[in-house]
């Protein structure tokens, strides 16, 4: 099998949808599916894991563009009921919330899995899934412990492991978009994700953006910085990191 063919928005015929469903431990949850409706047939699917803001239009943006690509890609809800904020507190308390547990936040996770695996646009053979900052962090928990994704893709992420990989543990292929100038990452925390992840004898690629902030991905992380916020946009690792993922994308659905 071949991954689909790239194209631009101008080009796609974007439909989406919204997705309710709940996680096993009761929580009502909303996706948003896109996908091109020219695309013929059954495609990979992709996870979009938002930012702690939650499921805002910013992820939403980045579902299309996967659709796009020729993907169906669903963004997911970690907090329930679509959630969203914009304010930095309740936002750490909603994904607080989210991570009380190992099992929960797996739990929500996976449930958004079962959902895109029962879409009729999607070959379960070939599922993959991205995040950004918390999203980021999620989808790196998930491969540790194993989830069923072909790939996953990690932009400014936080590193340090829920539960740590261990020999074995990784199936996913992994791809990290990581920031020069994150300061939510220190470069102790670095050095042991790159040992985990040898250790445990991932494929597993990180890369580098010289000055980028957390959060570089982003054209909304300018204005929402404060003291305790370090996170900024900057437009050429957001545009190579994307391209990063593309290829990836390429050579993981084959």
């Not at 992380?221 to 900024?232: E, S, V």
Request: glycine share 10%; proline share 6%; aromatic share 8%.
């Amino acid at each position: 099998m071949s991954a689909p063919s790239s194209g631009g928005l101008a080009q796609a015929e974007i439909q989406t949808r919204e997705l309710t469903y709940q996680s096993a431990d009761g929580t009502p949850l909303c996706g948003y599916l896109a996908y091109d409706e020219a695309e013929e047939g059954p495609r990979p699917g992709v996870l979009v894991a938002p930012e702690f803001w939650g499921l805002n239009d910013y992820i939403r943006r980045r579902a299309r563009e996967l659709a796009a690509l020729g993907y169906a890609a669903l963004a997911l809800d970690m907090y329930g009921n679509g959630r969203t904020t914009t304010d930095p507190g309740e936002a750490r308390s909603l994904m607080q919330a989210a991570t009380a547990s190992v099992e929960l936040t797996r739990q929500r996770f996976e449930a958004a899995l079962d959902v895109l695996l029962r879409q009729p646009e999607v070959d379960p053979r070939r599922i993959g899934a991205i995040g950004y900052c918390f999203g980021g962090k999620l989808v790196l928990d998930m491969a540790r412990q194993g989830l069923p994704l072909a790939g996953v893709v990690s932009f400014h992420g936080r590193l340090t492991p829920a539960v740590p990989a261990t020999p074995g543990s990784v199936k996913a292929r992994v791809l990290v978009e990581h920031g020069e100038a994150d300061s939510m990452t220190t470069p102790e925390q670095l050095q042991a994700f790159q040992d985990e992840m040898r250790e445990a004898g991932a494929d597993c690629r990180l890369v580098i953006h010289p000055g980028a902030r957390h959060g570089f991905t982003n054209p909304q992380a300018d204005q929402r910085r404060t003291d305790t916020l370090d996170i900024g946009y900057q437009r050429e690792a957001d545009a190579r990191s994307w391209a990063d993922m593309k290829a990836f994308f390429a050579e993981v659905f084959v």
